[in-house]
């Protein structure tokens, strides 16, 4: 009798032990619904110098239990270009209540003021015969989103040779973080050493147009110097070549020369990316 009273007791306690956790479980459950977030439009127009504020404007999180947590929001990524012509990209936001419980939402947002990474030289692509010619130390890129991206440029054709003198065109890439990428054609010179030569310093060494812009390529001498380093009239530096087509995209070539083809000629090279 004492036994089946016991069993009985393990039985009851078993049962109240099982409800009361399922219980919980529902009320539990009842009380742990995930957040909701929601924005205005499913594309949004911003301008790249805007800052996360911008990205963030019309975006409220809310809690069943929390209330509004839209304070907790915080962009979880920003995609590559989904349309590269358009430059839009997938931004997902992210949002966590108090319970743990995570909501992710995506739209788009379209960068109304782009432009793809652009190429920078600190130098003109010219070398003299016998030296070790390194072009990314003087080739580089910059990037609207991504700022300094030098290390993400990558020479795809190299230099035959260094002993010879002669011009060589390369061929070099820079892509963003965003899949955006940029292609530049340029000339590099190997050219003999001569210290009677002047020399002639242009104010950039590579710069951007759009079609139809006007270009004066006389604009763009610094100075030039003799060799002993005396200031020289600028005239007398010429422009002797120039492959610059206004009317169609594409990288040129400007070349600039003193003393043309004289013993103690000086040529330096002006690089032009004429855009869209």
């Given at each position: 009798?004492?036994v089946?009273k016991?069993?009985?007791?393990?039985?009851f306690?078993a049962?109240?032990?099982?409800?009361?956790?399922?219980y919980?479980?529902?009320?539990?459950?009842?009380?742990?619904h995930?957040?909701t977030?929601?924005?205005?439009?499913?594309?949004i127009?911003?301008?790249?110098?805007d800052d996360?504020?911008?990205l963030?404007k019309d975006v409220?999180?809310k809690?069943?239990?929390d209330?509004?947590i839209?304070?907790?929001?915080?962009?979880?990524?920003?995609?590559?270009f989904?349309?590269?012509k358009?430059?839009i990209?997938?931004i997902?936001?992210?949002v966590?209540d108090?319970?743990?419980?995570?909501?992710?939402k995506?739209r788009?947002?379209?960068?109304?003021d782009?432009?793809?990474?652009?190429?920078?030289?600190?130098a003109?692509?010219?070398?003299?015969?016998g030296?070790d010619?390194n072009?990314?130390?003087?080739?580089?890129a910059v990037?609207?989103v991504?700022?300094d991206?030098t290390?993400?440029v990558?020479i795809?054709s190299?230099?035959?040779s260094?002993?010879?003198?002669?011009?060589?065109v390369?061929?070099a890439?820079a892509?963003n973080?965003?899949?955006?990428?940029?292609?530049?054609k340029?000339?590099?010179?190997?050219?003999?050493?001569n210290?009677?030569?002047?020399?002639i310093?242009?104010?950039?060494n590579?710069?951007?147009?759009?079609?139809?812009?006007?270009?004066?390529?006389?604009?763009?001498?610094a100075?030039?110097?003799?060799?002993n380093?005396?200031?020289?009239?600028?005239?007398?530096?010429?422009?002797?070549?120039?492959s610059?087509?206004?009317?169609?995209?594409?990288?040129?070539t400007?070349?600039?020369?003193?003393?043309?083809e004289?013993?103690n000629?000086?040529?330096?090279?002006l690089?032009?990316?004429?855009?869209?």
């Amino acid at each position: 009798m004492r036994v089946i009273k016991a069993l009985i007791v393990v039985v009851f306690l078993a049962v109240t032990i099982v409800f009361s956790a399922n219980y919980y479980k529902e009320k539990t459950a009842d009380n742990n619904h995930a957040p909701t977030i929601e924005f205005g439009d499913d594309l949004i127009k911003v301008s790249i110098k805007d800052d996360e504020s911008k990205l963030l404007k019309d975006v409220i999180a809310k809690d069943a239990e929390d209330g509004d947590i839209t304070s907790n929001i915080v962009i979880e990524s920003i995609s590559k270009f989904v349309d590269k012509k358009k430059h839009i990209s997938n931004i997902t936001y992210v949002v966590s209540d108090s319970d743990n419980n995570v909501t992710k939402k995506t739209r788009q947002v379209q960068y109304t003021d782009y432009r793809k990474p652009r190429f920078t030289l600190s130098a003109p692509l010219c070398f003299y015969v016998g030296s070790d010619v390194n072009v990314p130390d003087v080739l580089g890129a910059v990037d609207d989103v991504d700022g300094d991206i030098t290390d993400k440029v990558k020479i795809l054709s190299s230099i035959a040779s260094t002993r010879i003198a002669g011009s060589y065109v390369i061929t070099a890439q820079a892509t963003n973080s965003l899949g955006a990428t940029s292609t530049i054609k340029a000339t590099v010179t190997i050219r003999q050493e001569n210290n009677l030569a002047p020399t002639i310093k242009l104010k950039k060494n590579i710069v951007y147009l759009k079609v139809d812009d006007k270009f004066n390529p006389e604009s763009y001498v610094a100075s030039v110097k003799d060799k002993n380093g005396k200031e020289l009239p600028t005239n007398l530096v010429k422009v002797v070549k120039s492959s610059v087509n206004l009317k169609k995209p594409g990288s040129y070539t400007v070349e600039y020369a003193v003393n043309y083809e004289q013993e103690n000629e000086y040529i330096t090279y002006l690089v032009v990316i004429v855009e869209e």
